[in-house]
Nanobody, 129 residues
Framework: DVQLVESGGGLIQTGGSLRLSCTAS????????IAWFRQAPGKAREGISY????????QYADSVKGRFTISSDSAKNTVYLQMNSLKTDDTAVYYC??????????????????????WGQGTKVTVSS
């Protein structure tokens, strides 16, 4: 049973930091790529970061580049999203998503929703001014 569980969301003030966690179970961690998405009220789901659990190649959306950092800890089967310099526009429900690296092998842009077939339940981040 393939599962992803997000944690770490909460209420934070503008300029603050949070670290989100995505813990995986039910699959071979090193053979997957994992991405973070977010969805704000009334807006489309937005891909914000990706990491390959094999070679640790990463991608970031322009909206978070320089502020957010994705990392992978194979010993814990966990991907993290360190979020710094938070803005009110970062308020959203954050989701992690996964797919086998072999299924991602023919793409060069990893931040599309349709590429992922396994999703976590989401964790809410609220950034207040």
């Amino acid at each position: 049973d393939v599962q992803l569980v997000e944690s770490g969301g909460g209420l934070i003030q503008t300029g603050g930091s949070l670290r989100l966690s995505c813990t995986a179970s039910g699959f071979i961690f090193a053979t997957y790529g994992i991405a973070w998405f977010r969805q704000a009220p009334g807006k489309a789901r937005e891909g914000i970061s990706y990491i390959s659990n094999s070679d640790h190649r990463t991608q970031y959306a322009d909206s978070v580049k320089g502020r957010f950092t994705i990392s992978s800890d194979s010993a814990k089967n966990t991907v993290y999203l360190q979020m710094n310099s938070l803005k009110t526009d970062d308020t959203a429900v954050y989701y992690c998503a996964a797919n086998r690296l072999i299924n991602l092998s023919l793409v060069n842009q990893y931040l599309y929703t349709h590429l992922y077939d396994t999703w976590g339940q989401g964790t809410k981040v609220t950034v207040s001014s």
